[in-house]
């Protein structure tokens, strides 16, 4: 069973930075950064395969870095340029590659940009 757990939240001014980290029990797994801000629905903002593959959704894109560590089995999201809508509680988790599903979850930690 894969844990994750999620560090790095935390609140920031608008224009500010975090670095998050995941640290996950295994690195075989296609890994993300999900958010979910007040009111909304979680959305995926950016994801690494075990083969490389990286994505990010457009609202990020040029701000947020994801990267991973097989080594160290962590996972990392590097925001710069924070925005309020960037505000939400961002959850690390990890599937099985062929999946489409995320699977595993961590319980998130808050990011909140202030205005």
């Known amino acids: 069973q894969v844990q994750l757990v999620e560090s790095g939240g935390g609140l920031v001014q608008a224009g500010g930075s975090l670095r998050l980290s995941c640290a996950a029990s295994?690195?075989?797994?296609?890994m993300g950064w999900h958010r979910q801000g007040p009111g909304k629905e979680r959305e995926l903002v950016a994801s690494?395969?075990?083969?490389?593959?990286?994505y990010y959704a457009d609202s990020v894109k040029g701000r947020f870095t994801v990267s991973r560590d097989n080594a160290k089995n962590t996972l990392y999201l590097q925001m710069i340029s924070l925005k309020p809508e960037d505000t939400g509680i961002y959850y690390c988790?990890?599937?099985?590659?062929?999946?489409?599903?995320?699977?595993?979850w961590g319980q998130g930690t808050q990011v909140t940009v202030s205005s």
């Open positions: 690494v395969s075990d083969g490389g593959s990286i």
């Open positions: 295994d690195s075989i797994f296609t």
């Open positions: 988790a990890a599937r099985h590659t062929v999946d489409y599903e995320y699977k595993y």
